[in-house]
């Protein structure tokens, strides 16, 4: 028996998850989190051997999550669950120990295929993500460079005041909230735009025309 956690903050997409993997034999959910404290409060109870995972969580991100969760439970299993086929979210990830990366529109039977790929220790990937990764690897251009994303209005709300240099604690005075939840915004603003710091967000950020 495979048991499987799922670590996602929409409940429509647990259950759909959940509707999936029901009745299907060798495979058991153990657990439902949906956010960053709540996977590692969960997994210090139990511990399953394959998490699927969201990348984009209310308090924080599972590109880091993954990370750091790998280097506490070496036997876990993770896969990642994302609404974006983007190269860079795919790279990192997988160099931060996940061992496949699925979209959130998956079927089924990719799901359970990912599922027991990635307790056999093999990497999966959709084959359409792995010719996007071939295709990077030999340097063609690939849909995901002119890929804008989704930002949600408290998302787009914090990247405008970045970009206008304010301060994580002026952003955080300005939208009556946490400089913990600012932190946890601008964390995920990074991830969706694939960049590695404030710098690179404010130039994607233009070049794409998010502001």
Same mark, same amino acid.
């Given at each position: 028996?495979?048991?499987?956690?799922?670590?996602?903050?929409?409940?429509?997409?647990?259950?759909?998850?959940?509707?999936?993997?029901?009745?299907?034999?060798?495979?058991?959910?153990?657990?439902?989190?949906?956010?960053?404290?709540?996977?590692?409060?969960?997994?210090?109870?139990?511990?399953?051997?394959?998490?699927?995972?969201?990348?984009?969580?209310?308090?924080?991100?599972?590109?880091?999550?993954?990370?750091?969760?790998?280097?506490?439970? $070496?036997?876990?299993?993770?896969?990642?669950?994302?609404?974006?086929?983007?190269?860079?979210?795919? $790279?990192?990830?997988?160099?931060?120990? *996940?061992?496949?990366?699925?979209?959130?529109?998956?079927? $089924?039977?990719?799901?359970?295929? *990912?599922?027991?790929?990635?307790?056999?220790?093999?990497?999966?990937?959709?084959?359409?993500?792995?010719?996007?990764?071939?295709?990077?690897?030999?340097?063609?251009?690939?849909?995901?460079?002119?890929?804008?994303?989704?930002?949600?209005?408290?998302?787009?709300?914090?990247?405008?005041?970045?970009?206008?240099?304010?301060?994580?604690?002026?952003? *955080?005075? $300005?939208?009556?909230?946490?400089?913990?939840?600012?932190?946890?915004?601008?964390?995920?603003?990074?991830?969706?735009?694939?960049?590695?710091?404030? *710098?690179?967000?404010?130039?994607?950020?233009?070049?794409?025309?998010?502001?």
């Amino acid at each position: 028996m495979i048991t499987v956690a799922i670590t996602d903050d929409h409940m429509m997409v647990v259950e759909g998850l959940k509707t999936m993997l029901k009745q299907v034999e060798g495979i058991q959910i153990i657990s439902t989190y949906h956010c960053v404290n709540d996977t590692i409060d969960g997994l210090r109870d139990i511990i399953p051997q394959v998490l699927l995972l969201d990348i984009n969580l209310p308090d924080g991100n599972g590109i880091h999550l993954c990370k750091q969760l790998k280097d506490t439970y $070496k036997e876990l299993k993770i896969i990642a669950l994302s609404n974006y086929e983007d190269i860079s979210f795919i $790279k990192q990830i997988i160099k931060n120990g *996940a061992s496949g990366y699925l979209l959130k529109n998956t079927n $089924k039977t990719e799901l359970i295929n *990912a599922i027991k790929a990635v307790k056999n220790n093999q990497l999966f990937l959709p084959e359409k993500l792995q010719r996007l990764l071939l295709n990077d690897s030999l340097g063609k251009p690939t849909n995901s460079s002119f890929f804008i994303p989704t930002l949600t209005r408290r998302e787009k709300e914090v990247l405008e005041l970045i970009v206008k240099e304010y301060t994580t604690e002026e952003i *955080a005075e $300005k939208l009556f909230v946490t400089s913990k939840t600012v932190e946890a915004h601008r964390s995920n603003l990074i991830q969706k735009l694939g960049v590695k710091n404030v *710098a690179g967000l404010v130039r994607v950020a233009i070049e794409k025309g998010l502001i």
